[in-house]
């Protein structure tokens, strides 16, 4: 028998009501850990008790850990005992072969503390489901997987018994279950459920071999506790085993059927909900997304009745911060067909807003799961919110022109153009996020020359000749309807009108918005699929330069210059100011909309992208990001620049 030792000293909370009742903890494990989650009986037992389970996702990876503690705290408080994760292994795994769960060096390492974040959980009183993948969508980029996997070519199929691919998930796994496996129920930590994949019958592949390799993996490494696989109700078995895993079902409508069908499919076993969708996500250049707290609770409630055991998704959603944004595309073919990024903020809608702050949706919650949870045990009060901050107003006062950015790049020489992730930087794993330019010395252009880019640019296009843009500016939605974005198949373009062009350099600056969160395994970023041709000859030997955007990279770069008075935005540029802050720093919010299109960073992480097409209009700057006294606000404009940024206490939604 494991006696239960947990650290309680954090559960010392001034509790308003309910100070004489069991902790979470203390009512299921008072006499000792016997057993783990069970679910061979219409409803679930843990060690031995009948358990709903009433849980919140929370990505840790979205939330700045000096946040953690208070998020959790407020899921508890809100009645919940259970926290869900995703295990992001773009981010744990940022080089091939390198990892970080915590001051690892990558840009996200105080992100990545994930044994600190499961044991504030278990301090939190709350018990844990963690999905682990190694696909987990999350509208998250690449759907968690790294993009070096990518430089195997179409050899490697995601998400199916491939060799290749399984080579990789292989040695992630037996990492990562080894971390884990120290933090199950059954071994006197908080987890009390794994999910294998995530979603897997919406691939269609049915791949039940794949599957029982990852449940072997993780058995190999330890992990004990149930696994378990979530899937929409009307698809069916095709994405499970029953043989090794509970089902779980995700949706946010028609609950009564979509729970009878789950019943249907194993019968005798509980009824659980892995996601029940509290509200949604937005896409750059779509109208703001929002979910009536009428129709959330509708729905939540039925589930609460049926009974059935349910994580919210999300509970918070938090942010994707710098390029960890997912993207869309509705074709599934591979080719940037029907592409569609997500914004940075992943508020959601959810019962906690992005900020941290309560909203209907959380009262209604708390007031609902009071009504249903059979079991009473000891909740804290709901803490108090932070308050914001209303910065001065920051002017830019310097610039790096984009020449001198680039020669501080780091660089590669091709024969034809490839896509960024072929690129052999990063000690072989080539390039993840921000830019990739394509440069090309030496042309001579006739009057009247045409650029010709064969196939869809993933994911849109800048054209600079001798410095100079030439193609058109990115303002408004309705420009992405026209040169050098995804949605064109074979870019043309005219260079120029006017006269011949002597020995000119040829550059070709390319945005990557984020790989799509589900799809295939060609979510290459850069020109990829076919030649770049002038007046139909092919060109051939360039230089292709990453403008990743590194924190220490950014912090590093010298050769600042003060702002003309008449800008120049014929081409990219990164524009410098100073935020000078008094005491403890606060939240706050940069306004970006008088900007055209870009990417801020503050003290040289990257916040995220800023796009005046909407809807996102602000980014949510966590206090935790700033620093008592001078702090770096930096943006990188690509086409026309304000004079500096505005801070605002709200967010902001607005479409052009």
Known sequence: MLRAT???????LSFAVNSDLPTNYEYFTSDGIISGLSADQPYFLLNGKNMTIYSGAIHYFRIPRAYWRDRLRKLRAAGFNTVETYIAWNLHEYQSGVFDFGGGGSEMEDFLYLEEFLKTAQEEDLFAIVRSGPFICAEFEFGGFPSFILRDGDSLVVRKSNELYMNYVSRWFNVLMP???KHQFTKGGPIIMF???????LTGYADHAYLSSLRQLMLDNGIVELLVTSDNPWKGVIGTDKDYFFMTGNFDSDPQKNLDDLNALQPGRPVMVMEYWSGLFDYWSKDHQTKSVQTFQSVYESILAYPASVNMYMFIGGTSFGFLNGAENFAFDGWNTDFLPMTNSYDYGAPLAENGDYTDKYWATRKL????NPIKTKLPDPPALANRSLYEFVKMEKQISYGVLLAEASSYRTHNPVSMEKMDINGGSGQSYGYVVYRKRGLNLAKNSYLEIDGRISDTVMVLINGKRVSPILESKA???????????NSYLLLNSDEDLLNVELDLIVENWGRVNVGDSRQYKGIWQG???INNQVVTDWIMYALEFKKSWTNSLKYWEDIPA??????PILYKGTLNIKGTPGDTYVYTE????GIVMVNGFVLGRYAKMGPQQTLYLPGTLLKEGANDIMLFEQFTAADGVKFVVEPVYNNH
Do not use: C, M
């Open 6 to 12: 947990i650290i309680l000293s954090a559960l010392s």
């Open 179 to 181: 971390v884990l496996a």
């Open 195 to 201: 999910q294998v994949e995530n979603e897997y019958a």
């Open 369 to 372: 799961l009071a009504k249903y």
């Open 479 to 489: 420009d992405l309807d026209g040169f050098g974005t995804w949605r064109t198949l």
């Open 531 to 533: 030649d770049i041709k």
């Open 566 to 571: 008449a800008k120049n935005n014929s081409s």
């Open 594 to 597: 008088e900007w055209t299109k």
